[in-house]
């Protein structure tokens, strides 16, 4: 049996721990493509630290452990750090009591007798992006540097200067240097729509495209980014906590002061911050963030404690690159691995149909997950997710738990086939088994059951009942619920059988509410053609859709069997359209619906509106509308386009002609400036109407 140290176990686990790490670190800071959660990592560097601890010889110099981590990468020019950034300790204790050990040390090495008074620490949130240099210059931004190793970091200005948040000249400020350092991070909104976007490009082909892990990873992929121009679609936010190289400024006596300034210096700093007292203040704010941790609009991996007085850093000074004076304490990794035991499909209430899986549950962001969402076929293809796979899970705010990618070195001999959403669900529905379908350019398959389909029920009524559709007085959100969940209507003729004995036997529900509805529903029952047509919610629909099949064809019986052919001669209906009608009315369960919706006595004049006579400068113009207009409503607004002979559409694409944007408009208005589309405010509209639409 060999002695020698380099064969033994413990010196084979060390290489393969060494081996491990070197790829992982390789794939999160050069690919920006963690494969494991940054919790895996920890792991393996926490035991290949023992390892080495409890066997000196087996350390080498070129581990891991010895290393800084970081790296430079190739394509940005060199920035040497005057004052290098360092990191700080973690306190992985994640209960609030982790922070007791900070402040006995603190105290420690101050020399602090029990009878002194508390120590003074600013705390702060531990912004979950990455570090950046920002060096201002006579209050002028010249320079913006990634943290790099520490004392060498990656040029990143351009794309930093796309950062709106971050001012590129300082607010009373003529410092000779300034370099404030701070994280540039991705608010989980703005992740949540760059990943939307993503899985629809992808979905209309894009071969290049991918979605992103979690907010950091989108930060760092476009802080990176070589395209300002691609940088700047990613929206970034930055918040200031701390200082690099100085000079020609006088620096507050302590942090806490410090963040006050350079907010008023313009540079944004959290509010979420605190100078506490000992370490009761630390637990309690550790705990304070604790709870609110879901609801902050951004990732947190945990928060910062700094000894406030900056004297008394000094005299704590560092060890081993760390500061003694400050420490990261953290909270629950939100990225966690588990396994994938099942993929169900749940029906959402607008039918769309979204692989869920079934996990071993794990502990994640704080709470146990047994399910996570896959988003959709494609995303779950070309992650190729498959049961019995090691998966990373993420769960961050009140966002839905979701699979981020597979572990594929864990992927065990019989795992099961790619994943097939038609193949498994044999082509219908689960809850109703109605025909399932998707439409090309469509990221999702949706059930065609529509009102039938007991999992859309509540979302079809609403939309039935809504004011542009039937109009149903006295019929909310709440009542839906009320009349669903007691079993009093299951399909939609259902609600015209109402009597005053059933409905005031409802909880909260007087005789004189129950006589407004069904007076509501008398009333709803004299419409028109193309209320009725978008009230079906037949997907694809919209109302001005509904508005021109009404007038097309003038009669409900004639399109109940038009074909796709005659369909197609509908202005504006193209073969996607036709296809949603078509399916619609080839389930003959929908064609009950509709016949016994007849006999509930629900009524309009035929072949209205087929004749409108009045100027249509709008005419085969598309627009849509985004945010909030300053006068008009959205409906006044389709209304004043659609008298004009124009259409409204719910999203843009290469066929719109002009989006009409509000206030706080949101992605609509950044699609339609990528792809070049004409973008009006509400006056520019006016004047278009008035112009009369050239
Ligand atoms: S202070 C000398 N404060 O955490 C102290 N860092 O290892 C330097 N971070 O990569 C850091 N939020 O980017 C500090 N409020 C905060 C922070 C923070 C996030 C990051 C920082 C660095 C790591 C510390």
């Known amino acids: 049996m060999s002695t020698r140290s380099d064969s033994s176990a413990p010196a084979r686990r060390a290489a393969t721990l060494r081996e491990q790490l070197r790829e992982h670190a390789h794939r999160y800071y050069v690919l920006d493509e963690p494969q494991v959660p940054d919790a895996e990592y920890d792991r393996l560097f926490q035991e290949l630290q023992a390892l080495e601890a409890a066997h000196p010889d087996l350390l080498t110099a070129d581990s891991p452990t010895q290393r800084v981590i970081g790296q430079v990468l190739d394509g940005f020019a060199e920035v040497h750090h005057t004052v290098p950034m360092l990191s700080i300790r973690t306190e992985t204790d994640t209960e609030p009591t982790g922070a007791l050990a900070f402040d006995a040390r603190v105290r420690k090495e101050l020399a602090l007798a029990e009878t002194d008074p508390p120590v003074r620490y600013a705390a702060e949130l531990k912004f979950d992006g990455l570090a950046i240099n920002l060096r201002y210059e006579h209050g002028v931004l010249v320079q913006a540097a990634t943290r790099g190793n520490g004392e060498t970091g990656e040029d990143v200005t351009q794309n930093i200067r796309t950062i709106g948040q971050v001012p590129l000249r300082l607010a009373q400020s003529d410092a000779a240097v300034l370099e404030v350092r701070g994280e540039v991070y991705m608010r989980r909104d703005a992740f949540e729509a760059l990943n939307e976007r993503q899985r629809d490009l992808i979905a209309h082909g894009a071969r290049n495209e991918k979605t992103f892990v979690n ?11 070589h395209d300002p121009a691609i940088a700047r679609k990613r929206p970034l936010s930055f918040f200031a906590y701390g200082l690099g190289d100085v000079s020609g400024w006088d620096i507050p006596p302590t942090h806490g002061e410090l963040l006050d300034a350079l907010a008023r210096l313009g540079l944004p700093v959290s509010q979420e911050r605190a100078v506490v007292e000992g370490a009761e203040g630390l637990v309690a704010f550790h705990r304070r963030i604790g709870e609110q941790r879901d609801a902050l609009p951004f990732d947190i991996d945990g928060v910062v404690y700094k000894v406030d007085d900056r004297a008394l850093q000094k005299r704590l000074g560092f060890v081993s690159r760390e500061p003694r004076w400050a420490v990261a304490h953290k909270y629950p990794a939100q990225e966690q691995m588990t396994e994938l035991r099942a993929i169900d499909i749940q029906v959402g209430r607008t039918g769309k149909l979204t692989p869920v899986a079934k996990l071993v549950p794990v502990f994640v962001g704080g709470t146990t997950v047994s399910n996570a969402t896959l988003h959709n076929e494609d995303e779950t293809r070309r992650k190729d997710v498959r049961v019995g796979d090691t998966v990373v899970v993420r769960r961050a705010g009140d966002v839905i738990p979701e699979v981020v990618g ?289």
């Open 406 to 694: 597979v572990v594929l070195d864990r992927r065990p001999a019989h795992v099961g086939e790619p994943f097939d959403l038609y193949k498994k669900l044999d082509g219908k529905c689960p809850v109703c088994g109605s025909a399932i379908q998707r439409d090309e350019g469509e990221a999702n398959w949706r059930c065609s059951g529509g009102l039938f389909c007991a999992a859309q029920r509540k979302h079809a009524i609403l939309h039935f009942a809504s004011r542009r559709a039937m109009d149903v007085e006295g019929l909310g959100d709440k009542l839906v619920e009320q009349l669903i969940d007691s079993g009093l209507i299951r399909t939609l003729p259902e609600l015209y059988k109402l009597g005053i004995a059933k409905l005031t036997a409802l909880e909260r529900m007087g005789e004189k509410s129950a006589q407004n509805l069904i007076d509501g529903l008398a009333r709803s029952k004299q419409t028109t053609l193309a209320r009725f047509l978008f009230a079906l919610g037949i997907r694809n629909v919209g109302e001005t859709t509904a508005k021109d099949l009404a007038r097309h064809f003038g009669a409900l019986d004639r399109l109940l069997d038009a074909t796709v052919e005659q369909l197609l001669e509908v202005p504006d209906v193209g073969p996607i359209v036709a296809e949603s009608i078509r399916t619609f009315f080839d389930q003959p369960h929908n064609r009950e619906v509709v016949e016994q919706l007849r006999a509930a006595g629900i009524h309009w004049v035929e072949n209205e509106g087929t004749a409108d006579t009045s100027p249509k400068p709008f005419a085969g113009k598309t627009f849509v509308l985004t945010g909030t207009l300053p006068t008009w409503t959205r409906d006044e607004a389709q209304a004043e386009i659609e008298a004009a002979g124009g259409k409204v559409s719910g999203s843009v694409s290469k066929k719109t002609h002009y989006v009409v944007a509000g206030e706080e408009a949101g992605s609509k208005l950044q699609k339609a400036t990528d792809l070049g589309i004409p973008v009006l405010d509400e006056a520019g509209l006016r004047d278009l109407l008035k112009a009369g639409g050239r």
């Open 215 to 225: 907010p950091r990873n989108a930060a760092a992929g476009a802080v990176r980014q």
